[in-house]
């Protein structure tokens, strides 16, 4: 059994394709959402429901902005 992150936390949708990242990519996927505005919550969720699966959030640019700026 591989470890997931529990995202229902967020109350935010969540690509099916995240649940296959390894346990690190999660952990930095969750962390990214946590820390979202509620206004970055809303494009995200907008983005999400309109690109369906062609979203690919290590592809956002809020999150290679996101992860450029953590380190």
């Known amino acids: 059994m591989t470890e997931q992150i529990n ?3 967020l109350s935010l ?4 394709e995240v649940k296959t990242f390894s346990y690190e990519k999660q952990q930095e996927v969750f962390e990214y959402l946590s820390e979202m505005t509620i206004e970055q919550k809303k494009t995200y969720e ?3 429901n309109h690109l369906a ?3 690919n959030i290590h592809r956002s640019n809020g999150f290679i902005n996101w992860k450029k700026n953590k380190k």
């Open 7 to 9: 995202f229902e936390k």
């Open 13 to 16: 949708p969540i690509p099916e």
């Open 46 to 48: 907008i983005a999400v």
């Open 53 to 55: 699966t062609s979203f």
